[in-house]
């Protein structure tokens, strides 16, 4: 049983992987838009930077939790 509730909580951390690194990627295209565009203002661009910076953290961790780094 234990086996199972570990594979469920396995596929709703990768679910919730797919959908940060989406959110990444969105933010990554409406940063690179507003500066090629040169209409976002600094602090507009500097916020979207800081919760990509977020999102990457959360990503990472999601990452370390379903692929921990085993030291043989």
Known sequence: M??????????????E???????HRDLDAAIAAL???GR???LQIRRLKKKKLLLKDR???IEDRLF?????
Do not use: K, N, T
């Open 68 to 72: 921990p780094d085993i030291i043989a």
């Open 40 to 42: 976002g203002d600094q």
């Open 35 to 37: 500066e090629q565009s």
């Open 2 to 15: 234990e086996d199972a509730a570990r594979m469920e909580h396995d596929e709703v951390l990768r679910y």
């Open 17 to 23: 992987l797919e959908v940060l690194r989406s959110e």
């Open 59 to 61: 990503i990472a961790a």
